[in-house]
Every structure is written in C-alpha cells, then in structure tokens.
C-alpha cells in the first residue's frame, strides 16, 4: 500500500469508530467498555506500523469528542451497539 492508501484507511476505520458510537451516553458503561475494547483492538491492528501514532492520535482525539458529546447531555442520532 501507498502513503494515501495507508492513511485512508486508518482514518476510515476510526471514522467508522466514531460513527459507531457517536451518541453514547455517559452513564452507559457497557458501551463506554465496548468502545474502549474496540479501540484497543485498533491499536492493536496498526502496531508496529508506521501509522500507528497517528492512528493512536486520532482515537484519543475520537474519545475525547465523545467523551464531551455525551457531558453535555446532548442526544444525537447516532448508531450505537
């Protein structure tokens, strides 16, 4: 895979990642574990790769936004699982 190719896809994945749990409430541990598990299987998928920073970055950055979405008390139409 070339440069674009690489990051395309890290950036899709945690796209879709965001999407997924886009939403969440804050009270609702089981999701906030699920969303923990899903992004340590990321990291995991990207380990050793020059990507992986990025991609840690990018799901540290996700978190945060949701994490402050859902202190907000603000409903969205996201999908959650």
């Not at 070339?2 to 939403?23: C, I, M, P, R, T």
């Amino acid at each position: 895979m070339d440069f674009k190719e690489h990051y395309f896809s890290a950036w899709q994945q945690v796209w879709n990642l965001h999407k997924k749990y886009f939403g969440i409430r804050q009270q609702d541990e089981e999701t906030w574990k699920a969303l923990n598990k899903s992004c340590e299987q990321l990291d995991q998928q990207f380990a050793g790769q020059p990507e992986q920073r990025f991609v840690q970055d990018l799901l540290l950055a996700v978190s945060a936004e949701l994490e402050r979405r859902s202190k907000d008390g603000k409903e969205a139409t996201g999908t959650q699982p």
